[in-house]
């Protein structure tokens, strides 16, 4: 089994030694400041008790509040929690957001329960932990299979147990609780910004672009969706049960694969599509490859067989480092997750500054201001490639641990 805990810190050692970063600063970043594991027993609709697993991990908070979303999955781990904390605490900084890094989970398949089970599951999280939660403490969020009502329900046991309005405590709100205008599909809008600063680096034009979507879930059917819209060729889309290509390699109509996979469950025998497997469609003949789903999907074993001129990571550590090294060898341009998928958190920031004033923009001025963060920041992150002569994880890294190690010093802590 790979360890993303194992995998996070390879790729944070590399980092540490092509800017030589501080030992002592280093040392700090090597594991969490706070893990917290919570058992919640919850009643279940036939009146039985069963009793849960969930996890926080509040990886680094130098920069600001622990922030990164809530897990609902049955291979959740502390060791994956832990290290989807640390991306969080570099996809804060690599963008520049005064935020640190968390991240929580249960170990539950969330289709298995019914609606009330959920709420109470999702309140019986907040009772064991909110005491660590908080606008000014640590800021949970939406992640796989965790949505905006969860967020609501958590929201209102939180305000509950406090004794007071709190909606910064949270986000990735529904909108009438205080949510932000673009929090829905900003982690695919951000990915889009940094394809298409990619794809202009490497001359690739949209109508002659075919890009593959591995998961179409929240982030990569909107990912999909939106990149049609712009004039790319959607050729290849998955979900959990399967994958499929289109027989002409032409582009799919992203709006009819939704709606069948609505009515089906599943985007598998769309028509015009040929079935493939998930691992197929990550080796397609495609110009552009978004892994959308989970870890560990591209590994030394497959990364020779990619081939993809660009790969843009919406999923969290989708690239294992044995594979980052195969694919930088191989030419591969990637836009590491810690960039690519900090759409989600950037409108969550800007969430909780709306939630601080009490007023709310409009979708179009959310849209400019994280065009802007995105934008910024790919270019920041590129120019560190280049100077270093690295790939754009490592140069990510690099962007982000200036920023975290700074503060570390300007604190006192080394
Ligand atoms: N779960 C998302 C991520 O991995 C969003 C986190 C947030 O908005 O705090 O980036």
């Known amino acids: 089994m790979v360890s993303p805990f194992d995998n996070a810190m390879k790729q944070l050692e590399k980092a540490a030694s092509t800017m030589n970063l501080n030992r002592d600063i280093y040392a700090v970043l090597q594991q969490p400041k706070r893990v917290l594991t919570v058992s919640i027993p919850v009643q279940m609709d036939d009146g039985s008790i069963r009793v849960f697993t969930g996890f926080r991990s509040q990886y680094n908070d130098v920069l600001g509040p622990f922030k990164g979303g809530i897990r609902y999955h049955h291979d959740v781990s502390l060791d994956e929690v832990k290290a989807l904390s640390f991306w969080m605490t570099m996809k804060c900084a690599t963008v520049g957001l005064p935020l640190g890094g968390g991240k929580g989970g249960i170990i539950v398949n969330p289709k298995e329960l019914s609606e009330g089970e959920l709420e109470r599951l999702s309140r019986g ?42 909606p910064g405590m949270i986000t990735g709100k529904p909108l009438v609780v205080g949510g932000s205008a673009g929090r829905g599909f900003s982690t695919a809008q951000g990915g889009v910004y940094c394809l298409r600063e990619a794809a202009a680096k490497l001359g690739l034009v949209p109508e002659h672009t075919t890009i593959a979507v591995q998961g179409f879930g929240n982030a990569g059917s909107f990912m999909a969706k939106i990149l049609s819209k712009a004039g790319y060729k959607i050729v290849a889309v998955s979900d959990s049960k399967g994958a499929i290509v289109s027989e002409t390699m032409s582009g799919l109509d992203l709006t009819r694969v939704e709606e069948h996979k609505t009515f089906n469950g599943s985007v598998l025998n769309f028509p015009g599509t040929k079935q493939i497997s998930n691992e197929e469609l990550l080796e397609l003949g495609v110009d552009i490859l978004i892994p959308a789903a989970l870890e560990n999907v591209i590994t030394e074993q497959n990364a020779p067989n990619i081939q993809a001129k660009l790969i ?87 962007h982000a641990l200036e920023r975290v190690g700074e503060g570390v010093k300007a604190r006192g802590i080394v």
């Open 125 to 166: 999280y907040v009772r064991q932990l909110y005491k660590y939660l908080g606008p000014t403490q640590d800021v949970p969020a939406p992640d796989v299979y965790t949505t905006p009502q969860i967020m609501a329900w958590m929201l209102d046991e939180y305000e509950t147990l406090v004794g007071e309005k709190a």
């Open 312 to 398: 843009v990571e919406l999923a969290n550590g989708p690239v294992t480092p044995e594979a980052d090294v195969i694919l930088h060898e191989k030419g591969i341009l990637f836009v590491p997750d810690i960039l690519a998928n900090a759409g989600g958190v950037t409108v969550s920031y800007f969430e909780q500054v709306q939630n601080a004033m009490n007023y709310y923009w409009t979708e179009e001025e959310v849209l400019e201001k994280l065009e802007k963060i995105i934008v910024t920041a790919f270019h920041e992150i590129w120019e560190i490639k280049e100077r270093y002569a690295t790939d754009m994880r490592t140069a990510a890294f690099v």
